[in-house]
């Protein structure tokens, strides 16, 4: 059975940095993206940084150049580097696993609060 831990979240200052990561466990492949998403109570699940195993990523406009998604495909692990932090940035962040065979796999999420 694929589990996705994620760590990292917490309570950060405006301005603040936070680096989120997601270890996976179980029989994991042929990976075709590791993803990041967030959502906060009330909206829809938005997906913030993505890294196919081409290595090409995206991101939401809104985190462009603050954030940083980076993958060790050897341990499957995934990382977001977060930088700037805003307190829009508050959210619950999930890690997000799709495989090409078109399975998907979510982790419980870690809360990132950004507040003076």
């Known amino acids: 059975q694929v589990q996705l831990q994620e760590a990292g979240g917490g309570l950060v200052q405006p301005g603040g940095s936070l680096n989120l990561s997601c270890a996976t466990s179980g029989r994991l492949f042929d990976i075709y993206t590791m993803d990041w998403y967030r959502q906060v109570p009330g909206k829809a699940r938005e997906l913030v940084a993505r890294r196919r195993n081409s290595g090409s990523t995206n991101y939401a406009d809104s985190v462009e150049g603050r954030f940083t998604i980076s993958r060790d495909s050897a341990r499957n692990l995934v990382w977001l580097q977060m930088t700037s932090l805003k307190p829009e940035d508050t959210a619950v962040y999930h890690c997000?696993?799709?495989?090409?065979?078109?399975?998907?796999?979510w982790g419980r999420g870690t809360q990132v609060t950004v507040s003076s």
């Open positions: 997000h696993v799709t495989s090409y065979g078109a399975r998907e796999y």
